[in-house]
Structures are given as structure tokens and as C-alpha cells.
């Protein structure tokens, strides 16, 4: 009788000094915990470009001289065919009096040329004159009538160039570029210079995205755009992908596309030269079970594996290596039931506490993220919303502060970094 009870409390001091170890293992740890959550989560890809009208016209010209009159100015509305500017147009309108003098002197030639060649033609029916002579007046007919064509086309590109002088609006909408000043010479001889840049309707807007060459295989006309400019960092428009161009462009041998995309601008608060910085939206899922992606790279230290397994199967042992500070329990060479069937599969593994505040371990299936957060395609009835997850340790176990070659002799409490109660 005596054994039977002495055998009985060996049993239960062993219990208790199990229960110990476990509790001296996990003491003093502490988490950081995040939640699973219900909510949206959608894949991007992150490109950058600047705003600009979507129809902007240069308005130069095509004559030389000094600006006269200047009747706008910068963001002035204007209708097609107002009057912007007015070039001198003195030198101009001397060219044009000049070209109706040559018009009416090559006319006077011509009339007497008709006449000459009318008098020539009755005395050659006469036989009066010769065949030559006839022929004669007939070439001096032809000239002055080439002379007056030629007149006319002087006098015509004469007023043509005088109606140049006044600078007129070839479409509706804004001036948001004045490149002249009043009284500043402006030279067309090689190029028309531009003076003044027109925007025609900045209710719409669009903006040229650079997108790297790795992602613009996913870019497809009718995606739908998040910007953001820094004008208002705090808000969040909206767009459209409505061309992707095929033309590449190399810059320190990266090779991005051109991406354009078309934004309303209702409200006029984006301005043309704005720089944007957009999420192109390649897939969206709304209203799923998401994790925060810290969770899903948390690692579990050893001590936390170990729990986990003895909870399971209090009768399982602590293999050596681990015993031995050499490893972790959860090896290869010895499957735990946290490891069993998840080889070659897409899982991870979400660690948490339950009611009796005791670590537990779920598997769980993922799908789509964007990088901050990730769908939950599959995991057991417990993994819910609302459910804390483990994403960090705050704090270090005694035992793994212990092990620690970097920790000071007074906090390993003990000389020479051996483990309190250490050999």
C-alpha cells in the first residue's frame, strides 16, 4: 500500500514539474497581436505619370514681328476663332499695297497685249504682216498674261500673311500656356514659334503612366485606376485604362510602357502637370476573410512549437537535438502534427491564444493579396473575424534570453553565459 502511494505522488510531482517547465518556458512573453478581419482586397500594380489635358493645342505663328495688342491671358476661357493677339501689321500692309500696284500694272500690260495682238492679227489676215510677226505678238500676249496670274498670287499671300498677324483661337477652351509678352518680336522664319497653349476641356483629364516592363503584360484597357497627388495627399480619384501603347522607352536600361489613362475632373481640382502616383487594378475581391500579411511571415520560436505539440499530445517528448539547444523540434527527421501534410502545399500557419489564454496553431489556405493584407480561401470554423493572431514576440522567453550569446553575464545570470542552475 505504501508503494501504491508512494508511486502516486511521483506521478504527480512529475505532472507538476512538466506543468512548470511549460510555464517557465512561455513566462514572461508577450505579443503583438493582429486581426482577421471582413473587407476588400484587391491586386495592383503601382506606376507613376503626370496629368495633362486630354486635348491641348500649341497656337504659334506664321509671320514675324512685334506683338501689338494682347487681348488674354492665362487661364482665360476663349471660343474657336476669338482674337488672342495682334502682330505689327504695318510692314504687312505695305507688302499688300505693294502686290495691288504690281496687279495693276501687269493688268495695264495685258490689256495692251490684247490690243497689240488684236492689230497684229487683222493686218496678218491682210497679209500685211508676216507669220513670224504675228507669232510675235502672241508670245507677248502669253507673258503678260502669266505676269498677271503671277500678280494675283502676290497680292493673295500678301493679305494671307497680313491676316496672319492676328492670333486667333483654333479650338474652345483654355489658355493655360502665354509664351509672349507685349511688345516682345517674334521671328518665324525657320519654325513657328508657339505663343500660346490651349486646353480644350480640363473636365477631362488624363494622365501618361510609366508601367515597368514586367507588369505591363497585365495591363488591359478598361482596368480601373486609385491615384493620388500631392496637392491632396488625402484623397483618393479615380480612372480608367484607355490605351496601352506599344512603343517602349529605355532609360538606364529599364524598359517601361506608356499607359494612358482617362480621369474625370468634374470639380476642376487636378491641374495639367499634377505627378500622380497610381494603382492599376488587376483583380478585386470584396467582402472576404483577410489576414494582415505580418501574421503570415510571423515564426514561431521553438518554445512556442513545443507547447503546442505537448497540448496535443502531452505524452509526446521533447526530441534531443531540441533538448540539446541544438534545433528545433519541428524537423524532417521528426514530423509533429503541425507539419504533417503540408508539404507541397500552399498553406500558412496562423498561431493564437484561446479562451484559456493557451497557444494554439491553425492552417490556413491563402489566395490574392495586396501586399498588406491576404484572402483567406480556406481555414478551419475557429479562424473567424474578430479572431487576434500572433504576429510578433514582444518579449523573449527566459530560456531563449538565456541562449543568448549577446546578453551580459547579469542578465543570463550567470558567470561565464551558463544557464542558471547550469553545470
Known amino acids: 500500500m505504501r508503494k ?26 508577450s505579443y503583438r497581436f493582429v486581426e482577421v478581419a471582413m473587407g476588400d482586397v484587391e491586386s495592383t500594380v503601382t506606376a507613376t505619370g503626370n496629368v495633362q489635358a486630354t486635348e491641348t493645342v500649341e497656337v504659334g505663328t506664321q509671320v514675324s514681328g512685334q506683338i501689338a495688342q494682347l487681348y488674354v491671358d492665362f487661364n482665360d476661357r ?15 500692309e505695305q507688302e499688300v499695297r505693294s502686290a495691288r500696284v504690281n496687279l495693276a500694272r501687269n493688268q495695264a500690260e495685258l490689256d495692251q497685249a490684247l490690243r497689240e495682238l488684236e492689230r497684229v492679227e487683222s493686218l496678218h489676215a491682210a497679209g500685211v504682216l508676216t507669220q513670224t510677226e504675228f507669232e510675235v505678238a502672241q508670245y507677248q500676249q502669253a507673258l503678260a498674261e502669266a505676269g498677271y496670274e503671277s500678280a494675283e498670287i502676290s497680292l493673295e499671300r500678301a493679305q494671307r500673311n497680313l491676316q496672319y498677324t492676328e492670333i486667333r483661337a483654333p479650338i474652345d477652351g ?20 508657339v505663343l500660346f497653349v490651349l486646353a480644350h476641356d480640363l473636365a477631362q483629364m488624363e494622365i501618361l503612366a510609366s508601367v515597368d516592363e514586367s507588369d505591363i503584360g497585365q495591363i488591359r484597357e478598361g482596368q480601373s485606376v486609385h491615384f493620388n497627388v500631392q496637392a491632396y495627399p488625402d484623397r483618393t480619384f479615380e480612372g480608367t485604362v484607355r490605351q496601352v ?12 510602357y506608356s499607359v494612358l489613362i482617362a480621369v474625370g475632373n468634374e470639380d476642376g481640382s487636378l491641374l495639367p502637370g499634377m505627378t500622380a502616383t497610381l494603382d492599376i487594378v488587376l483583380e478585386r475581391l470584396e467582402d472576404v476573410l483577410a489576414i494582415p500579411n505580418t501574421a503570415l511571415r510571423f515564426r514561431a520560436t521553438t ?20 533538448t540539446e539547444g541544438s534545433g528545433s523540434a519541428f524537423t524532417a527527421d521528426a514530423p509533429t502534427p503541425l507539419t504533417q501534410g503540408l508539404r507541397g502545399e500552399a498553406t500558412s500557419m496562423l498561431w493564437y491564444l484561446d479562451a484559456d489564454a493557451q497557444l494554439r496553431v491553425a492552417r490556413i489556405r ?23 493572431v500572433i504576429a510578433a514576440v514582444t518579449t523573449a522567453p527566459a530560456e531563449t534570453a538565456a541562449e543568448n550569446p549577446f546578453q551580459t553575464q547579469q542578465q543570463t545570470g550567470g558567470a561565464g553565459g551558463r544557464r542558471p542552475g547550469g553545470p
Open 78 to 92: 476663349v471660343a474657336e476663332g476669338e482674337l488672342l493677339a495682334r502682330i505689327d501689321p504695318t510692314i504687312l
Open 174 to 193: 483654355v489658355v493655360i500656356g502665354r509664351a509672349v509678352e507685349l511688345g516682345q518680336t517674334v521671328a518665324a522664319s525657320l519654325s513657328a514659334p
Open 303 to 322: 518554445e512556442m512549437q513545443e507547447a503546442v505539440v505537448r497540448s496535443a499530445d502531452p505524452a509526446r517528448e521533447r526530441p534531443a537535438a531540441a
Open 4 to 29: 501504491i502511494w508512494v508511486g502516486t505522488v511521483l506521478a504527480g510531482v512529475a505532472v507538476l514539474a512538466w506543468a512548470v517547465t511549460m510555464n517557465a518556458n512561455t513566462a514572461g512573453t
Open 366 to 388: 491563402t489566395g490574392l493579396s495586396d501586399g498588406t493584407q491576404t484572402v483567406i480561401l480556406d481555414a478551419p470554423d475557429n479562424v473567424q473575424a474578430g479572431l487576434q
Open 245 to 256: 501603347r506599344l512603343e517602349a522607352s529605355t532609360q538606364d536600361n529599364v524598359v517601361t
